[in-house]
């Protein structure tokens, strides 16, 4: 109960290197969710639009990589990225931009899979009405992701979720270095095993409030929205 | 670019086992309104989907104009449960007006013109989906004269509505009808068919067993299912 009390004093400090902490985790994880979007949304709609031998295998395999262990994509991310790696020239492990890399490769999938299911639900029921106004192909993919918006923000969420939970990635291409590849996840981690439990819980109450008030403002947004828009 | 006559010869469709349609022959030629009337079942959402091109006959051919694409040119559907995109009605407007070609700069005058004739003006802002019943068909029905068609291919489209928005939505197709645009219409309702309707086209388990001006047709029917059918019998399927 004492290191509870001492955890929420901690936060309530407002301590710099606290602080720094949790600004690095809300940057990599929001950028990992930009650059997955960005992959993902159009991949899964295009998927979800498309027929192509192999289309049910592909789908099975983006459903599946939903599950990566994220330490399995952080080796994954670190063999590319060390110095006799692949793109071990960019110089880019132990780096924040290594550790945007890893969680984006991790969630991905999960935008691509979720956004597939999302557009080919609007398909079927949008089909005939697009067809019947002679909507050509690339149109139709940007109209159901923009009629999809406020179900796609969902989608979103989820892959935040997921990238701002993990450890194992960011651990293990970031490095997990004081005050430049440090995030929560790691930081608890590291705290808990150093017998810091004051500062782990205090990361731990932090982390949970995020997640919390991010999933909050999208409810409420989508719950706008959808009176808004239907 | 026309659309017209669209050809049907020799159309069939089937769904597995199932036969929807069987050996339809009919030309839809420029003129007034023709009906598409039977029983529930009678495969006249099926064949109004062929005409329009949203679905391809199992065996036959369809033509528009003696095009054999698909693809609608100067054709429009409105749908007996038209679906609204997640936007504001004025948005439903401006995608039907851009997805027909309109250049950027009319889309806005052509919106305005479309929401007066419809009478949706006032809900200009409303998000679509939030329309009641009546006023979507209107959207819809505003939507489909977005593409200024030549032939309007509309599908029961008042099968859900009250009888003051049937009527609304009656006087928009009578208007259109009159300003030359060719209708091909579904309908069960002998009272529409008789308000409306030019020459009617009767269906019955997937064949077309009359088709007739509407005055012949409700007058003298020629078969004894058409008979039934005006008589108001129940026309079962077996």
Known sequence: MNEGSSALALVLSGDPALYAIVRLSLVVSLSAVGLAALVGL????????????????????????????????????????????????????????????????????????????????????????????????????????????????????????????????????????????????????????????????????????????????????????????? | MSDLPITLSNVSYRVGETSILRDVNLVVRTGGPTFVVGPNGSGKSTFLRLAMGLIEPTTGTIDWAGSRDPAPRRRAMVFQQPVMLRRSVMGNLLYALEQAGVEKSLRHRHCEELLQKVGLSDLADRPARRLSGGERQKLAFARALARSPEVLILDEPTASLDPSATFALERLIAQAASEGIKILMASHDLGQVRRLAGDVVFLHRGQILESAPVQDFLAQPRTAQASAFLRGDLIMED
């Open chain 1, 42 to 230: 159009p991949l899964g709609g295009l998927i979800a639009l498309t027929r192509f031998p192999g289309r049910a295998g592909v789908i099975v395999l983006l459903n599946a990589f939903m599950g990566l262990p994220p330490v399995v994509v952080g080796l994954a991310v670190f063999l590319l990225l060390s110095r006799s790696g692949p793109l071990g020239s960019w110089g880019l492990l132990f780096t924040p931009t290594a550790m945007v890399i890893a969680q984006a490769v991790l969630i991905t999938p999960i935008i691509a899979a979720l956004t597939r299911q999302t557009v080919e639900d609007y398909w079927s029921d949008y089909r005939d009405e697009l067809n019947a106004m002679g909507v050509g192909p690339l149109q139709r993919l940007m109209t159901l992701l923009y009629d999809a918006r406020i179900a796609l923000v969902t989608v979103l969420l989820a892959g935040f979720g997921r990238a701002a939970a993990e450890v194992g990635a960011v651990m293990i291409v970031g490095g997990n270095i004081n005050g430049f590849t440090r995030v929560m996840t790691t930081a608890i981690a590291l705290e808990t095993s150093k017998g810091d439990l004051p500062l782990a819980m205090g990361l731990g109450l932090i982390l949970i409030a995020i997640v919390f008030a991010i999933n909050a403002s999208a409810w409420a947004l989508r719950f706008y929205a959808e009176r808004r828009i239907g």
